[in-house]
């Protein structure tokens, strides 16, 4: 069961083994829309559907409860409300349940507890936060006091910086991707930051700056 909108637009990679599993026999069932469509055994407009009557969701459940090793494979994004439907079919069919992140490495993110979520948004309105450090993003925020961006290239925000970090690119970093299967790589160095440094720097040097300033 995958469910996205446009998955092959969205999790390119992710997209590409659910062909594989096509193309080795699998029965696809899809909750969106997109090239995908093509490779369904059955399509879904959207998961809720499979809370409702009629041959084509009933189709969609027999496939999935006599499949030998059920998988659902869904972007976290765009689930909503449909979240608890998600996890009783997952339950009722004993599937293996695959998040799908929007970065190659948000599930490392997530695993630190680094989580997703808008509440920042709030205090900045609020005026309760004041000044914000963005690390490779490419946010549309509220106006703040002060803004310091670390960025690989000239993004949006980063022309609204006050203070500008030139990030390293991919190319240049090194540490660990964990993949939405959770599986941990070592990612090395190709070439030596063109600034000299790298993320671990920018935030080593602030964290001194702190320190002798007496910011907490």
Wanted: some cysteine; hydrophobic content about 40%; proline content about 4%.
């Amino acid at each position: 069961l995958a469910v996205a909108e446009d998955i092959i637009k969205s999790h390119g990679v992710a997209g590409f083994k659910i062909r594989q599993a096509y193309r080795n026999g699998a029965k696809i069932v899809l909750a969106g829309k997109g090239l995908a469509s093509d490779w369904a055994a059955v399509r879904l407009d959207d998961i809720k559907e499979l809370d409702t009557e009629n041959p084509k969701t009933q189709k969609a459940l027999d496939l999935l409860k006599n499949a030998q090793r059920p998988v659902i494979a869904f972007c976290e994004a765009e689930l909503g409300s449909s979240q608890e439907v998600l996890k009783r079919i997952a339950k009722d069919i004993n599937a293996k349940a695959v998040p799908l992140k929007a970065y190659r490495n948000s599930q490392g993110l997530k695993e630190l507890g680094v989580l997703p979520g808008t509440g920042f948004l709030n205090l900045i309105k609020s005026g309760k936060l004041k000044g914000l450090l963005s690390f490779g993003e490419d946010l549309d925020l509220p106006d703040l006091e002060f803004l310091a961006v670390a960025s690989v290239g000239k993004t949006n925000l980063a022309k609204r910086a006050d203070v500008l970090f030139p990030a390293p690119s991919f190319l240049e970093s090194a540490g660990t991707v964990v993949d939405y299967y959770g599986t941990r790589s070592q990612a090395n160095k190709a070439l030596e930051p063109v600034a000299g440094y790298g993320y671990e720097r920018i935030v080593s040097e602030l964290e001194k700056a702190g320190e002798l300033e007496g910011v907490r």
